[in-house]
């Protein structure tokens, strides 16, 4: 289902609880409302109202990738952004990473499966965003 962008700072500021397979729905609604979205490329569960720890993003390809409980475990390659945000009006300066090593869960067959990822460039800056808004930092 598209969901509507969320604005509302005190949802936005609230660290998200960890996901589990029970909340693949969100996947699935994150994943939709992306593709209906022509000025998004990644979006976390609290910018469509959900408070679990579940992103996602386009990838190289413009293919949807959908990460519950993703976290940084390896960063390289510090640099200053000015990034934007659907959910605030101003952008923000931003320390972000060009390399990164990410730990998720990918949900497959019912259940939520361990995975790892390297991102790097603009897909390694979009993941990094999302994992802000996982943990209430808004950018």
Known sequence: ???EII???DILSKPCEPATAEDASIGTDLVETLLASDEAVC???NQIGETKCIVAYLNEAGRPVVMFNPQITQKLKP???VEACL???EPTAVQRYDWIRVSYDRFQDGKLVPAKKKLEGNAAQAVQH???HCEGILV
């Open 87 to 89: 959910s605030r009006e």
């Open 43 to 45: 979006l976390a569960a």
């Open 7 to 9: 604005t509302d700072e």
């Open 130 to 132: 999302m994992i802000d």
């Open 1 to 3: 289902m598209i969901k």
């Open 79 to 81: 640099y200053t952004a």
